[in-house]
């Protein structure tokens, strides 16, 4: 009896294994790269939230312990969908996280920055990055992007795509700068990179 | 093989000290080594853990944002610890992220550790910690820990353990080794003392002193009894050389006493002998003498008697024996021969022809005298009598009928002093004379009859001339006999003095007379008495008695031939009556005198 299930299955999965290759086959290369890029989103929005467990808000950031931990999306939001559900029902420190999503030419939103605990500036806002900067001089916000050379450029991590897999460049100034304590455990991982002097 | 009981004291000792100190450092050991071992098998995992924790949150980051060669550096650490076999941190999903192997372990594989979160499997302990991270886990590690080390480390301590027991058990060996010779000094000592004493038998052994606990105590009390036994052994050593001085003594006396013993018993054989044959000498004479021989306890009872009783009173001598002497006395007299008896009796008395009357069992009176002495014991307490009674009824009859006839003498005598004073006869009155003869000597005789008969003058008949008969007191006469018809009767007349026919019938003399006379008159015996006057027979006196025949005692024939001589003087006073009447007087009491001598 035994025998007869196992050979039952066996021609199940071999079934199945020819429909989903079937399905699959044509939008393989194209899917590939839709795959890769939800993907790559996937584990950038999952680095942003796991970076505040790496790193340390000095007292201000938050008005009481009740206070959520703010992401804030700068510009155009690649994540969509994705970033919301990475941070679902997921805390920091106990405190629950909210997304906000701030576009620069909304003045509100510009103020709004200063109150967000890790910001992550969209590609999109690449040219204004020095008055972003500026805005959040010396604020304890976390400003991550995929932005190239971001980290020389002033921001504090910047994503960079590196053997097939996602790492991230720190500045270790501008973390001091903002008042913002990495582990060391974080910055083992990162590439230090300095900031460059060049476009301001 | 050596019993534990018969070992010596001193290895009893060791013994117990190795035992105790065995025991104490096994227990110790164990003890040891079993908390060593609970206290690794808790440790090891703690520390174990801790390394994983430290790993874990040295890679979360790496883990988190998946550098796998930062995982990978952090996990190079655990080289440092060459005992730590795997190292891997491990995603959420349970994929191995970075895996650390030791040197020449490379086909090592993570391993399930179950719920307590570590594993203990032959020589490797598994282990696995949560990697977490704000709250969250995010993976795991997994270590795996060779702990041959450790068990190399366990053995070493326990070979450690090992060895320091028994270095401390030689130590202990060596201290009470020379502990216990101390203890044990006082021991043996006593003990070698002790054997000493049971071989040698030698009291005078002593153990010196040397502590101050109980042993010392023992040993005193050792010696002490020592000494005394010693003390004792000496006395008693005394003792029985005495005994046996004595011993020789009394053996030497008790073979005297036995020699002596042994004469005495010959002696007392001859004695015994002599005392059986005087008894059988005894028993013979007693048996068969005519004496009845007897003996009587102090109350009387016979205890003793000889076989003649049956002969003497009827009894037989189981009869008599119990029986009081004084109950066979005749009961006239017996109170006053038992009082009499007893007086003698409590002056302790002899009894000698002591006469009394018995009653043999027939009825008949036996008369017996009585000889006996007293049987006293060594105090002189009366207890009983013995002695010997001899027949005398005999004698007591002889005496009786002597007295009769002496009575009968008297009377006779009265009689015929009466007669011959009878005033008829000095008158010569022959017939009256007559007359009182035949009554008086009838009455005397007690006869039925009396006659007197006088010869005719020719001697050819008699006559008779008075016949008094008792029961009739009747006299009558004139009776004639032909003399011729009675010649036998005529001639026994002339001869002798009397005729004392006791059978009548019978008596050759008298038989004539049977059928004619006799019979018809019922006459049983006759005393004739012939009358004489001068040399001549004149007549003759009659008396005749009546009923059972009669024996004539020589005094009743003596008194019929007085009779008849009276009655020849009475013929002869009566020719010579005036004449002869002073002769007659003399001639009567010269008669008298010498028939009252001629009767005796």
């Known amino acids: ?200 | 093989m050596l019993s534990v009981k018969d070992m010596s004291f001193k290895g009893k000792m060791l013994l117990y000290a190795a035992a105790t100190t065995s025991t104490a450092l096994a227990l110790c050991c164990v003890a040891v080594m079993a908390a060593q071992w609970i206290e690794w098998r808790r440790e090891v995992p703690r520390r174990l853990a801790i390394q994983a924790d430290i790993v874990g949150m040295n890679a979360s980051a790496a883990l988190t944002f998946d550098d796998q060669e930062s995982a990978e550096e952090t996990l190079r650490g655990l080289e440092a610890d060459d005992n730590i076999v795997l190292g891997s941190i491990c995603s959420s999903d349970g994929t191995e992220f970075a895996t650390y192997r030791r040197v020449g372990s490379e086909e090592v594989a993570v391993e399930e550790v179950g719920p307590s979160g570590h594993r203990f499997s032959r020589s490797r302990l598994h282990l696995r910690r949560p990697i977490v991270l704000d709250g969250a886990e995010i993976g795991s590690v997994h270590l795996q820990y060779d702990l041959r080390e450790l068990y190399g480390g366990l053995k070493r301590l326990a070979a450690a353990v090992a060895g320091g027991m028994l270095l401390a058990l030689v130590g202990a060996a060596l201290v009470s080794s020379r502990i216990q010779r101390v203890l044990a000094r006082p021991v043996t000592d006593l003990a070698d003392a002790a054997r000493s004493v049971a071989e040698h038998k030698d009291y005078s052994v002593r153990v010196v002193r040397r502590t101050g606990d109980e042993l010392g105590t023992l040993t005193d009390a050792f010696n002490d009894m020592l000494s005394r036994i010693q003390k004792r052994d000496t006395a008693l050593q005394e003792s029985h050389d005495t005994l046996e001085r004595r011993v020789h003594e009394r053996t030497v006396e008790l073979a005297n006493a036995n020699a002596v013993l042994k004469t005495e018993i010959a002696e007392r054989k001859q004695a015994e002998e002599a005392l059986r044959e005087r008894e059988q000498r005894f028993q013979d004479i007693a048996e068969n003498a005519m004496e009845w021989i007897w003996e009587i306890d102090a109350s009387g009872k016979y205890t003793y008697t000889s076989p003649i009783v049956e002969e003497l009173l009827g009894y037989k001598p189981e009869e008599v024996l119990g029986r009081y002497f004084y109950d066979l006395f005749h009961p006239d007299d017996r109170e006053e021969f038992k009082n009499a008896a007893f007086e003698v009796f409590a002056q302790r008395g002899h009894l000698h022809e002591f006469i009394n009357r018995n009653v043999h069992k027939n009825g008949k009176t036996i008369w017996v005298s009585t000889g006996g002495v007293p049987i006293l014991d060594e105090k002189g307490d009366l207890l009983g009598y013995r002695g010997a009674d001899i027949d005398v009824t005999e004698r007591k009859e002889a005496e009786a009928a002597l007295r009769e006839s002496e009575a009968r003498l008297r009377t006779q005598n009265t009689t015929l002093v009466e007669l011959a004073r009878s005033s008829a006869l000095y008158k010569g009155d022959l017939k009256a004379t007559v007359m009182q003869i035949a009554e008086a000597a009838c009455y005397s005789l007690s006869v039925e009859r009396t006659s007197v008969w006088l010869y005719a003058d020719d001697r050819s008949k008699m006559q008779c001339r008075d016949l008094y008969e008792l029961s009739a007191d009747r006299h009558t006469d004139g009776l004639e006999l032909a003399l011729a018809d009675f010649p036998r009767y005529s001639a026994a007349l002339e001869e002798g003095r009397a005729i004392a026919a006791h059978d009548a019938h019978t008596d050759l003399r008298t038989a004539e007379f049977s059928t004619a006379y006799l019979t018809p008159l019922g006459i049983t015996s006759m005393l004739d008495a012939p009358i004489r006057v001068g040399a001549e027979v004149v007549g003759v006196v009659c008396h005749e008695h009546v009923g059972q025949p009669r024996h004539w005692t020589p005094d009743e024939e003596y008194f019929a031939a007085s009779i008849a001589d009276l009655v020849s003087l009475a013929i002869e006073a009566s020719e010579r009556r005036r004449k002869e009447v002073e002769l007659r007087q003399a001639k009567e009491a010269a008669e008298a005198g010498s028939r009252a001598k001629s009767e005796f």
Request: hydrophobic share 45%; proline share 4%.
């Open chain 1, 1 to 200: 009896m035994p025998d007869v299930l196992s050979r039952k299955a066996t021609k199940c999965s071999i079934l199945m294994v020819l429909a989903v290759s079937a399905l699959l086959a044509p939008t393989l290369p194209v899917g590939a790269q839709e795959i890769d890029e939800a993907k790559s989103l996937k584990v950038k929005a999952a680095y942003l939230y796991n970076f505040a467990k790496f790193i340390e808000w000095p007292d201000g950031a938050f008005e009481d312990e009740q206070a959520p931990f703010v992401v804030g999306v700068l510009g155009d939001d690649p994540f969509g969908q994705i970033l919301d559900d990475t941070v679902e029902a997921k805390n920091v420190a106990q405190r629950s996280v909210k997304i906000q999503r701030l576009h620069w030419n909304n003045k509100a939103d510009r103020d709004k920055l200063k109150n967000c605990h890790i910001l992550f500036i969209s590609a999109s806002e690449r040219s204004r990055l020095d008055k972003i900067f500026a805005a959040l001089e010396e604020c304890p916000v976390l400003v991550v992007s995929d932005i190239h050379d971001f980290a020389r450029d002033g921001g504090m991590i910047g994503f960079v795509l590196e053997k097939g897999r996602i790492a991230f460049e720190t500045s270790r100034e501008a973390l001091e700068k903002a008042k913002l304590k990495a582990s060391s455990r974080l910055l083992k991982l990162a590439r230090i990179v300095e900031p460059s002097k060049r476009s301001r």
